[in-house]
């Protein structure tokens, strides 16, 4: 009975991200969505990143807003959520067709590092990126 309710409720998530898709609002929608940031679970973070699709500057655009307005440093749970998208989207993507907006966020993020393991995570995320676009090429 569970696995029919997952698949149910996996339907109607379908119908809702292509409803949205289809009314060419899920731009505006996610921007929105992700004001609440800090408020988000990781399910909910997982859906944004799966209406963004290859547009992952619908992502990264408001990502990169918030972590520029001040209050990304009110806390760790930001960076938690912010780090979590940002090491399950498409960089490289992103990077293809939007160099200027990936490397804004990879700025941004240099300077909220305040501790070695956040400087650790930042170099991981750009190693990866760096090897994704080389064996994608």
């Known amino acids: 009975s569970s696995g029919i309710n997952a698949e149910y409720g996996r339907q109607l998530v379908d119908l809702a991200l292509s409803k ?25 973070l997982d859906l944004m990143i799966e209406l963004a699709g290859t547009n992952v500057e619908y992502v990264v655009k408001p990502l990169t807003e918030q972590l520029t307005s001040g209050w990304a440093a009110q806390g ?30 990879i700025d941004v993020l240099e300077g909220l590092c305040g501790t070695h393991d956040d400087f650790k995570w930042l170099l991981r995320l750009q190693r990866k990126l760096i090897k994704e676009l080389v064996t994608s090429t």
């Open 76 to 105: 760790t749970l930001i960076l938690a959520n912010a780090r979590y998208v940002l090491e399950n989207i498409d960089l490289v993507c992103c990077q293809k067709y939007n160099s200027e907006l990936c490397d804004a966020i």
């Open 20 to 44: 949205i898709r289809s009314m060419n609002g899920h731009q505006d929608f996610i921007s929105r969505y992700l004001e609440n940031l800090t408020s988000l679970y990781l399910e909910q």
